[in-house]
């Protein structure tokens, strides 16, 4: 079974505009954490935001924050304002389990910003 | 603060020869670990290591792959007799104990 399911391959959203990328993953872990990376296609890893199981606020980094559903198992990335330099693939992954190295990456999604 | 540092950024080899990916992790940052991204797929973890010690290994291919961390020095990822298959981005990050992995830009790894 997957781990982390990203269903979108690709996303376009105009300049300024708000976007929501997908994920959902499975685990029966109560402590697990949950991350997002961005991938420009120079081809580095930017790690974007981070979201603990166990924390009661939704994370939230400049125009980057977490959407945590507990419940349903989802922690969608939403990036407000979008702009052109956010073209870029983005992967969700989580850390569970001991010991807690284990990064298990989404297949990605690809989102192209629109001027 | 230097970020992670890997080199080469670029490495070919023939097959049957040996590659070597090395890892300088963030200053003060005394966990490391290498993943291997293929062509349109995300990154799959191989190996988790502290200094001297390999904390977990089970994403690693059971032959030919091997890693360290030793006391001194950068991390390194040796992978002997490449095949065709073995083409693909190796990163490695680094972090804290518990804290988020920040990545290096990653060695580009072909096998002609």
């Known amino acids: 079974a997957q781990k982390i399911t990203q269903t979108q391959p690709g996303m376009f959203v105009q300049e300024k505009e708000a976007v929501t990328l997908d994920c959902t993953y499975d685990?029966?872990?109560?402590?697990?954490?949950l991350f997002w990376y961005k991938q420009p296609s120079s081809g580095e890893m930017i790690f974007l935001i981070y979201?603990?199981?166990?924390?009661?606020q939704n994370a939230t980094e400049g125009r980057y924050s977490l959407n945590f559903q507990k419940a349903r198992k989802s922690a969608n990335l939403v990036i407000s304002a979008s702009q052109l330099g956010d073209s870029a693939m983005y992967f969700c992954?989580?850390?569970?389990?001991?010991?807690?190295?284990?990064?298990?990456f989404g297949q990605g999604t690809e989102l192209s910003v629109k001027p | 603060n230097a970020g992670v540092m890997q080199n080469p950024r670029h490495l070919v080899r023939r097959r049957g020869q040996e590659a070597r990916l090395r890892c300088s992790p963030m200053?003060?940052?005394?966990?490391v670990y290498w993943y291997r991204q293929l062509p349109e797929e995300g990154l799959k973890f191989m190996v988790y290591?502290?200094?001297?010690?390999?904390?977990?290994e089970s994403g690693m291919p059971k032959e030919r792959f091997s890693a360290e961390f030793p006391k001194e020095g950068p991390s390194i990822l040796r992978i002997q007799q490449v095949v065709r298959g073995d083409s693909a981005a190796y990163f490695c990050?680094?972090?804290?104990?518990?804290?988020?992995?920040?990545f290096g830009d990653g060695t580009r790894l072909s096998i002609l």
């Open positions: 990050a680094s972090s804290p104990p518990g804290q988020p992995q920040h």
């Open positions: 685990t029966s872990d109560p402590s697990y954490g």
């Open positions: 979201q603990g199981s166990y924390d009661q």
């Open positions: 992954a989580m850390r569970e389990g001991r010991p807690r190295g284990k990064l298990i």
């Open positions: 200053k003060g940052h005394s966990h």
């Open positions: 290591l502290q200094k001297e010690n390999i904390i977990d």
